[in-house]
């Protein structure tokens, strides 16, 4: 009986759990060596992403995580942002070439998400998915369904 009552105690709270934050470096398989990339800049001839092939983590696929980064607006409107990609660095897609796709995340809110200051570093939380994404910009090797936009502090 007690195990039964600790066990309904216990349920709810299941649901509950914190996502777990994640970090660039973790969405590369161990095993995967990332090749260094040709310096480039906007308007010269190397503005193309590299490493098309770069293998994703596997076992990430359906977590719910947190991952910083910053926002590289895609669709929405000047109060909210319903589709971007999440970078580890600002300017990246932009200014400078592509990350590898296991750099890169494809974000969709649903409703819409406020991302106040597209130059400032945001935590964003959702349930990751190793589909991958193509777009005119970038190819992705993760896909996420926005939950929530913090601060990076």
């Known amino acids: 009986m007690k195990k039964y009552l600790l066990l309904l105690a216990i349920l709810p709270l299941m649901g509950w759990a914190q996502p777990k934050d994640l970090y660039w470096e973790d969405m590369v398989p161990e095993d995967y060596q990332l090749p260094e990339q040709p310096v480039a800049h906007e308007g010269s001839n190397n503005m193309v992403q590299m490493n098309l092939d770069a293998p994703v983590v596997q076992a990430l696929d359906g977590q719910e995580v947190r991952i910083p980064g910053f926002v590289v607006p895609l669709e929405g409107d000047e109060d909210t942002l319903t589709e971007f990609l999440l970078v580890p660095y600002f300017g990246a897609c932009i200014h400078v070439p592509p990350p590898p796709p296991n750099q890169i995340v494809h974000v969709k809110f649903a409703d819409g998400a406020p991302v106040d200051n ?34 990076y502090e």
Do not use: H, R
Not at 118 to 128: H, N, Q, R, S
Not at 138 to 149: D, N, R
């Open 118 to 151: 597209l130059f400032d570093a945001v935590w964003i939380t959702g349930k990751l998915s190793t589909q991958g994404w193509t777009g005119d910009i970038a190819t992705v090797g993760y896909t996420m369904q926005g939950i929530k936009v913090e601060p």
